[in-house]
Each structure stands twice: as C-alpha cells, then as structure tokens.
C-alpha cells in the first residue's frame, strides 16, 4: 500500500491488526467511490485508529459489526487516551468505520447483516 497514507505509527496499529488485509480494498472502495484523497488518507486513518481499539480488546475479524463500531465509538472514544497522530472526531470515525464494514461484507469477510441478525436471534432464542 501507499505508504504516504499513513503515518508510522498508525501504519503498524493497521499492519498488525486482524484488518491488515483489507486495506487495499478498502483505499480502491474509497477512490472508487471518488472520494478525495485527503479523504481517503483521513479515513485509513481512523480506521488504523479503529484497527487499534479492535486488537487492544482481543476482537476477532468476525466479531466486527455495527455493535463493535458502536462500542468504539460509544465507549471507547469519549474516555480515548490513545498518543498522537490518532483521529478522534467521531463523525470522521463514524462514516470511515461504516465504509470499512461494508468493504469487508462485499469481501465476504464478515457476515451480512441479515445473516448476523438471525444468527443472533437464534442464539437468544
């Protein structure tokens, strides 16, 4: 990957997490989607910063869905102690993590919504 995206720190929080493999489809979803490249540079960074928060908790690819991204961004952002350069402004987080969940269900890295969702059902059940 680019390595002008990221700077180092963030660049070893993304490199050593479960979501290491995504990122070059996740930067080709985003330019292909016309994003800016400021854009792109800024949301691989909230996701390094995301990637971060995922391995300190000990989570799994599979476990990473809507209710991961809401703890992240419920829990762990308004009491965040993470060093600089990490990105912290939610709404950046918010939409960067909303595109990373759909770059890795149209990878068929995680399950659909609709599948985690019966899955979930069937487990309360």
């Known amino acids: 990957m680019e390595p002008d995206l990221l700077q180092p720190e963030p660049r070893r929080w993304l490199s050593t997490s479960v979501l290491a493999a995504i990122e070059g489809e996740y930067v080709s979803?985003?330019?292909a989607?016309?994003?800016?490249?400021?854009?792109?540079r800024v949301y691989?960074?909230?996701?390094?910063h995301f990637a971060k928060w995922v391995t300190e908790e000990g989570l799994g690819l599979l476990q990473?869905?809507?209710t991961v991204?809401?703890?992240?961004?419920d829990t762990h952002l308004p009491t965040c102690a993470c060093h600089p350069p990490v990105r912290k402004l939610r709404h950046e987080l918010r939409v960067?993590?909303?595109?990373?969940?759909?770059?890795?269900r149209s990878h068929g890295q995680i399950a659909l919504a609709e599948q985690r969702d019966?899955?979930?059902?069937?487990v309360q059940n």
């Not at 991204?69 to 961004?73: E, N």
């Open 29 to 31: 979803y985003l330019r």
């Open 33 to 40: 989607g016309r994003y800016h490249s400021n854009t792109v």
């Open 44 to 48: 691989l960074a909230c996701v390094a």
């Open 64 to 66: 990473i869905d809507e």
């Open 69 to 73: 991204q809401l703890q992240f961004l």
């Open 96 to 104: 960067a993590v909303r595109h990373l969940l759909q770059v890795l």
């Open 118 to 122: 019966r899955v979930r059902t069937a």
